[in-house]
């Protein structure tokens, strides 16, 4: 059965202090893994899409990589505005355009 | 300005009586896709479509419907809503089937 397993649940970081969340997933083949980042009570909001094994992309103080099993969203220095759940998503290569989501992690920074 | 919107953000209904959520998006996206999203669940697919009439199942379709008789439009029909269908929904789309999606505001059921 696909399954897509965010760790940590939630996380507590001080402003500044570096961290990653990690995304790890089983799918038959992966057609793109997705970073979404939600605020309380609004809409995920996209942040990357990775296709392959290897691939990394940035954004601000946010780094995404990703292997065969697994990604990692790397946050440095983080403010207290990255604050957030942050959830990821797979989409297997098959026929189907289905999305599986994790559960996310819950991510406060403290000033 | 480049959205999705839902309608309505609320809305308490009872066990039994048909309700429709509505979803639309300006953005002309081929891809759209109903979520709902429960405590220590996450977000769960409930139907998608690829484009005006192909539709197709997530992973939690039982107890709803949906049609595309127009691009824009994606709307969710729940025939006989239950208590387990109480929920946070939220419809989104994407340019095509394997992009980043763009979220509505999501539209909180309750169901007595």
């Known amino acids: 059965e696909d399954q897509v397993t965010q760790s940590p649940e939630a996380l507590r970081l001080q402003e500044g202090e570096s961290s990653s969340l990690n995304c790890s997933y089983t799918?038959?083949?992966?057609?793109?893994l997705f970073w979404y980042r939600q605020d309380p009570g609004k809409g995920p909001e996209f942040l990357f899409t990775?296709?392959?094994a290897g691939e990394e992309k940035e954004k601000e103080r946010l780094k995404a990589t990703l292997t065969k099993k697994e990604s990692f969203l790397h946050i440095t220095a983080p403010k207290p505005e990255d604050s957030a759940t942050y959830l990821c998503a797979v989409q297997e290569a098959s026929g189907t355009y289905k999305y599986i989501f994790g559960t996310g992690t819950r991510l406060k920074v403290l000033a | 300005e480049a959205q999705v919107t839902q309608n309505p953000r609320y809305l308490i209904t009872v066990t039994g009586k048909k309700l429709t959520v509505t979803c639309s998006q300006n953005m002309n996206h081929e891809y759209m896709s109903w979520y709902r999203q429960d405590p220590g669940l996450g977000l769960r697919q409930i139907y998608y479509?690829?484009?005006?009439?192909?539709?197709d199942k997530g992973d939690v379709p039982e107890g709803y419907k949906v049609s595309r008789k127009e691009k824009r439009n994606f709307p969710l029909i729940l025939e006989s809503p239950s208590p387990n269908q109480t929920s946070l929904y939220f419809c989104?789309?994407?340019?095509?089937?394997?992009?980043?999606?763009?979220f509505g505001p999501g539209t909180r059921l309750t169901v007595t």
């Open positions: 799918v038959s083949g992966l057609r793109g």
């Open positions: 479509s690829m484009n005006v009439e192909v539709t």
């Open positions: 989104a789309s994407s340019l095509r089937g394997d992009g980043e999606q763009y």
């Open positions: 990775l296709y392959s």
